[in-house]
């Protein structure tokens, strides 16, 4: 999904992606045939290591199509991982649904009535517990039939499983963007239920009178958690987070404004709404954190602030929705930080892991205000520095080698990283099929080549003049330096610290500082050698 909403809206961006992804493919198709012929592959394809990527290649190139409109094609690839990983892992079928509820009648209309009887339809009902594939298909048999018994029988199933899911599809929930690709997805939580319902929303929209059957269906069942308030304000609540959600890449800023205007404008009528009566506490706390959310969005601290406080007085809710409490905190206090009230901002983020806990978000907040004020924050108690450490160096080096990996399986590195890697390329802009020069001062075994004199010098002043074998500049391992010129952690300036080692994917220094052991990435032009 990052790589559509990346190339949305760009013609020439998306062919690139559609270009790559079908080479990865080709490839991976290649790969199969070889080790079938060779009798390496047992079984379904997705459980052997070596063939998992290219499954999930195709699959990728199938969703891509499918977000395209090349709905045929794409139909094919998802019938292709099917044919290739029979348990389904990835959902395949479930895209195939989506194909023909795309291209409505004509082409697809015998593939739906095939997919809704066939294997993966009524007859396996019993052992489905995924909402990809259970909403989707109520969703297929409504566009297909109405109102129908078998219908109604299939969305009640679906609400069984995980009834979190129509809140979120008749936007009575706003739809967290972030969370499908860091948070563990379980099967019939809030977790799954936003997952699907930010890939399949649009479909559930597109199919007439599909969300209203669905409210009508879901506001009966004994699982239903519908929003405490009059008809009119589920009805406006429900705008006003279809408004405030809406993911438009590219979105010009004024369209942006007139949208969340559009919303404040709903939420203060719900507001009204909820003050009226006290059964409807919830949906007023609702309505004030959805406002603050909207002024957040166009830039207006000021006024989020006082919505986000006046949510944060209703103490009695907030002791049963510590998530809600936790996010309120962290927004009250970002817009305390913009307005320049760092000691308002700082309490907040104590309160948060005061009463909450460890929060990364958070821990970041404070860091970023410690920098900024060059002073040491209490609002991190010490039992909790520990629980949130600092990104691993390790880690980073660990990606760092996979990525070098990655771009040699493309062509174009060395998955040992090493300098001399680099000698069929130019080493300042990584050209090749070209006649290259080397550089002169370097030794024969790390020796760096470049395609002309103006790569040469833009490379030895900003990175290569540090790690050149002849360089009367070059940094080692155990060289002690003096740290300068840092503009976003200027309190680490004079600090005396020993070089680690060089990362040539980041192009930066591994310093220890010897007063802390606190490892840190540097620029080579933020360290002075300190000379005996």
């Known amino acids: 999904m990052k790589l559509m909403n990346t190339c949305a809206g760009d013609k020439g961006q998306c062919a690139i992606a559609e270009r790559a992804l079908r080479k990865a493919v080709s490839v991976g198709r290649k790969l199969v045939t070889l080790l079938k012929a060779n009798d390496f592959v047992k079984g379904e394809l ?284 962290y927004q009250s206090a970002s817009c305390k930080e913009e307005l320049g009230d760092y000691d308002g901002a700082l309490q907040d983020f104590k309160t948060v892991f005061d009463k909450i806990g460890p929060f990364s978000t958070a821990y970041e907040g404070v860091k970023r205000i410690e920098s900024k004020t060059g002073k040491k924050s209490p609002a991190i108690p010490s039992r909790l520095e520990q629980k949130i450490p600092a990104a691993s160096l390790e880690a980073i080096e660990k990606n760092e080698t996979i990525a070098e990996a990655t771009r040699y399986a493309l062509g174009k590195g060395d998955p040992n990283a090493s300098v001399a890697a680099k000698q069929e390329r130019c080493f300042h802009c990584n050209r090749g099929g070209i006649r290259l020069f080397p550089c002169s001062q370097c030794d024969d075994e790390s020796a760096v080549a470049y395609c002309g004199e103006d790569c040469q010098k833009k490379s030895w002043n900003t990175i290569h003049k540090y790690i050149c074998a002849g360089s009367q500049y070059r940094l080692e391992a155990g060289y002690e330096v003096a740290l300068d010129g840092l503009e976003k952690s200027p309190q680490y300036n004079g600090k005396v610290g020993k070089v680690i080692r060089y990362s040539m994917g980041k192009e930066r220094f591994v310093v220890e500082l010897i007063e802390t052991n606190k490892q840190m990435l540097l620029k080579p032009q933020n360290l002075i050698l300190m000379i005996d």
């Not at 991982?81 to 895209?95: F, I, Q, Y």
Request: charged share 30%.
């Open 46 to 329: 997705y459980s052997f290591e070596p063939t998992r990527c290219y499954i999930r290649g195709v699959y990728m190139l199938g969703s891509f199509l499918l977000y395209e409109g090349k709905l045929k094609e794409a139909f094919d690839c998802f019938q292709e991982c099917l044919a290739n990983d029979l348990p389904d892992k990835l959902g395949a079928r479930h895209k195939q649904l989506l194909c023909v509820l795309e291209g409505k009648k004509g082409l697809h209309d015998d593939r739906l009535k095939g997919l809704l009887r066939g294997k993966f339809g009524d007859d396996q009902l019993k052992d489905e517990i995924f909402s990809l594939w259970n909403y989707t298909r109520a969703l297929a048999k409504y566009a297909h039939e109405g109102k129908s018994d078998k219908a109604n029988s299939l969305l009640t199933f679906a609400m069984d499983k995980n009834p979190n899911v129509p809140p979120l599809l008749l936007c009575w929930e706003g739809v967290k963007n972030d969370m499908g690709m860091h948070t563990l997805i379980s099967i019939g939580c809030h977790t799954e239920a936003n997952d699907y319902a930010i890939d399949n929303r649009k479909f559930w929209m597109t199919c007439e009178g599909a969300l209203e059957w669905l409210e009508e269906e879901y506001v009966n069942h004994p699982k239903a958690n519908v929003p405490k308030i009059t008809k009119l304000g589920r009805k406006l609540l429900s705008e006003g987070n279809n408004l405030l959600y809406t993911d438009v890449f590219n979105e010009p800023i004024s369209k942006t404004t007139k949208r969340i205007t559009k919303a404040i404008k709903k939420f203060e009528r719900v507001l009204i709404i909820a003050e009226s009566d006290e059964s409807f506490a919830l949906a007023y706390f609702d309505a004030l954190e959805k406002l603050g959310c909207c002024y957040r969005t166009i830039n207006n601290p000021q006024k989020a602030l006082i919505y986000l406080s006046r949510a944060l007085e209703c103490k009695t809710l907030l002791r049963n929705e510590k998530d809600k409490y936790k996010e309120i905190l």
